[in-house]
């Protein structure tokens, strides 16, 4: 059963809710424009703000569902890890080449279910990290390193492990954006260029 679910969970996270809004909605292939991520924020860049929440709420209910599949079954195993399977799912999704966004939406849903303390003060952080620096790749690392500290002052060892690489993997997933930083060419989330990237639905009121 362990196994079983966990595979679930990363079919689950696998689901390219911006990809399909981008494709049947705009006619376009997310994954072309403005960062090239498949993900909330360059889904509100991109297409738009009611495009961008219905991604995000998509997204926060893969993680949120794929963290609550041992409780629902119970399992005596840490949902987090179900969770986590969705995240890789949704970064390396098997329904859309292994081309997908960086989790931050799905690693709450993850939190929201399997540790909801965790989840304030990461997101919390996330937040603030945003609105000092204007960089969301900041914010999204510092999901990862506040995850950590949380770790190292708790007595759970497999917290620890779990915040141990789950930081390294975001470092890994922003590498594009922190090599842009230092070649001075990540935009700021005021840039004056980024409305330029919107793109008109087709069809659609969104």
């Known amino acids: 059963m362990f196994w079983l679910l966990l595979l679930a969970s990363y079919l689950i996270g696998s689901v390219p809710t911006a990809l399909i809004v981008g494709k049947l909605v705009f006619g376009v292939d997310i994954r072309d424009h403005g960062s090239k991520n498949p993900g909330a924020t360059n889904t509100l860049r991109v297409l738009g703000k009611k495009s961008a929440g219905f991604v995000l709420l998509i997204d926060l209910a893969k993680g949120a569902l ?10 005596d195993v840490e949902p987090l890890y179900f969770g986590l399977a969705a995240v890789i799912g949704h970064c390396f999704p098997i ?84 090599r842009n930083f230092i070649l001075g060419i990540e935009p700021k989330i005021n840039d004056k260029n980024l409305p330029n990237d919107r793109i008109p639905p087709k069809n659609s009121s969104f």
């Open 66 to 75: 794929a963290s609550y599949l041992p409780i629902y079954y119970n399992l």
């Open 95 to 178: 329904f859309a080449g292994f081309r997908g966004g960086k989790a931050i939406a799905t690693t709450a849903g993850t939190l929201l279910i399997a540790h909801f303390p965790l989840l304030v003060i990461a997101y919390i952080t996330f937040f603030l990290v945003i609105f000092l620096t204007k960089y969301v790749f900041f914010g999204s690392i510092t999901v990862g390193l506040s995850m950590l500290v949380y770790a190292f002052v708790s007595p759970n060892f497999e917290l620890e492990l779990i915040s141990i690489l789950f930081t390294l993997f975001l470092i890994y997933l922003h590498r594009s954006n922190i």
